[in-house]
């Protein structure tokens, strides 16, 4: 009986993962979109639900460590309550940086962008792409499919070091621009560092499969 | 005989939590000075060194999951090693970051600089003081301590805002320096960061003592 009770706690600690996992990939891309369209209304929204993240952050949070106190969960089980607490910090770190980039929206927000952006959505897409993979590869436990998403990780580089000289150029011919650009390189930045965390979500993943921790 | 074994094992957790914290800062300050005095055998020896704090934070690891997996450890001693598992992930992001600047040493390896930087070595030595502090607060279990260190947060946010200002205008002037200028904005986005997670150093401590998790 307290078995089974434990099994189902165990299900429910990793549907709410996935469901924290769910809303953060939407703020990723809605903080992109609320760049790329300066759609002020939605950034604002992205910056209001950060709160729900940190909520569920610390929901799950007690749930581990209540699993931790209650139950004594053994080898594999251990190692799926552990990395939970460890996944929930790289989903929140990643919501962070949705909510800097939504700011970013908000602060250009009386000017006209100095390029139309078509890199930095297209590397939001990857990001955000990336968190969704590395979800799954949890939910299924696939070494196969975490070092599929690993490998975009290099795709995501590539294009932060295009957008970084990119920008660069830019100021260089208009130094009026150096104010934006320079935001705008940040939030490629941000990006960068949501494609990282996911990358770490994917060793996780390694971790629980393997037993094995790598970097 | 069990119990005294378990106690040892918590103390030993705390003393090498607390070493990975001292080489931590030394990574810090060394990975400032590294750039303010653009030396680069200093860079090279805190991008060798990050090794070491990844091996640290995986022993850490290793030793909280056995503690959890051996032992089932009541109230207080829970958080004390369910908050290690997180601050442990909080000092090797800052470890990264200063990985992260003494990169930036090595990129900058064939220009002068700039402007003779103040700012950002006065910005480091507040960061790392954090680190100390929150160290220090959580040795001694207290909230007087964690508190007066996370004011201090504010201090790096000015700085920070400071630095930005600064280096947009020095940008704007002489649209020559906006390659270094722009890698000197993200040295000290990078300490900005290491403030910030000394900060939730200081909140774990809070939670320790408290039970309540703020953020």
């Avoid at 939001?124 to 070092?147: D, Q």
Wanted: with cysteine; hydrophobic share 45%.
């Amino acid at each position: 009986m307290i078995r089974r009770f434990y099994r189902d706690e165990l299900t429910e600690l990793e549907q709410e993962l996935l469901r924290m996992g769910a809303l953060v990939e939407d703020q990723i891309r809605a903080s992109v979109r609320s760049l790329t369209e300066q759609n002020l209304a939605l950034a604002k929204k992205v910056i209001a639900e950060d709160d729900r993240v940190d909520h569920m952050e610390m929901d799950i949070e007690q749930r581990c460590l209540t699993l931790f106190a209650l139950e004594q969960p053994l080898a594999g089980d251990l190692r799926t309550v552990s990395t939970a607490l460890k996944i929930i910090t790289d989903l929140e770190r990643m919501a962070d940086h949705a909510t800097d980039i939504a700011r970013i929206t908000l602060r250009l927000e009386h000017e006209p962008l100095i390029k139309p952006l078509v890199d930095i959505p297209e590397m939001g897409r990857l990001a955000s792409s990336m968190v969704r993979l590395a979800l799954n590869a949890y939910v299924h436990r696939s070494l196969e499919e975490a070092a599929t998403m690993i490998r975009l990780d290099d795709d995501v580089d590539h294009l932060y070091a295009a957008i970084f000289r990119d920008l660069l150029e830019i100021m260089r011919d208009r130094p009026d621009t150096v104010g934006q650009a320079t935001h705008l390189l940040f939030v490629a930045n941000y990006l960068e560092r949501i494609a990282d965390h996911a990358t770490n979500i994917g060793e996780w993943v390694i971790y629980i499969v393997t037993g094995e921790r790598r970097k």
